[in-house]
T-cell receptor
Framework: NAGVTQTPKFRILKIGQSMTLQCTQDMNHNYMYWYRQDPGMGLKLIYYSVGAGITDKGEVPNGYNVSRSTTEDFPLRLELAAPSQTSVYFC????????????FGPGTRLTVT | KNQVEQSPQSLIILEGKNCTLQCNYTVSPFSNLRWYKQDTGRGPVSLTIMTFSENTKSNGRYTATLDADTKQSSLHITASQLSDSASYICVVSARGGATNKLIFGTGTLLAVQP
């Protein structure tokens, strides 16, 4: 199993550009998450999904969109990038919403200038 | 307000020594508490998950404790190795909703020196 994979690893965007961060998991997990990690801060939940076709907002959803057309994929879309979106983005997945381990991807480091 | 606070912020120890990291939380209603290890440039990796009824759990040289009455947890690392150098993140899950909300601490940065 590859686990949770994310692409790209690094990206530099200009203000106003758009991009999609890709996330794929091969563990047949129903639950998937997107977090951002800013320096000196704890991870913050952006969006989550409890299954294909179902998504919901987390703590910091503004400026982002997601879709979940398959169990495996959970892309995160940034529209009109802003410097405040400079961060490291992590995708995670788990079996269900209880005390189950969340498996994290390696992260995407995004800089908006 | 749901919060997770960790101490110390950073710690330097010599290889082979033990250390203990602390986590205090104000999260309600409590579901479970997790400790993650995050190597530089990588995603967090789960070390332990404890529910309300568990007060200790081990994973190799890592032992986590939980006192749900005082809302405190600790992570004890025994016989540290250079590979233990990482950020250790305490995460508390609040019960409720379609997915239990995870509240992340800011982490303790551990450096193990030879």
């Amino acid at each position: 199993n590859a686990g949770v994979t994310q692409t790209p690893k690094f990206r530099i965007l200009k203000i106003g550009q758009s991009m999609t961060l890709q996330c794929t998991q091969d563990m047949n997990h129903n639950y998937m998450y997107w977090y951002r990690q800013d320096p000196g801060m704890g991870l913050k939940l952006i969006y989550y999904s409890v299954g294909a076709g179902i998504t919901d907002k987390g703590e910091v959803p503004n400026g982002y969109n997601v879709s979940r057309s398959t169990t495996e994929d959970f892309p995160l879309r940034l529209e009109l990038a802003a410097p405040s979106q400079t961060s490291v983005y992590f995708c995670a997945s788990t079996t269900a919403g209880g005390p189950y381990e969340q498996y994290f991807g390696p992260g995407t480091r995004l800089t908006v200038t | 307000k749901n919060q997770v606070e960790q101490s110390p912020q950073s710690l330097i120890i010599l290889e082979g020594k033990n250390c203990t990291l602390q986590c205090n939380y104000t999260v309600s209603p409590f579901s479970n508490l997790r400790w993650y290890k995050q190597d530089t440039g990588r995603g967090p990796v789960s070390l332990t998950i404890m529910t309300f009824s568990e007060n200790t759990k081990s994973n190799g040289r890592y032992t986590a404790t939980l006192d749900a009455d005082t809302k405190q947890s600790s992570l004890h690392i025994t016989a540290s190795q250079l590979s233990d150098s990482a950020s250790y993140i305490c995460v508390v899950s609040a019960r409720g909703g379609a997915t239990n909300k995870l509240i992340f601490g800011t982490g303790t940065l551990l450096a193990v020196q030879p």
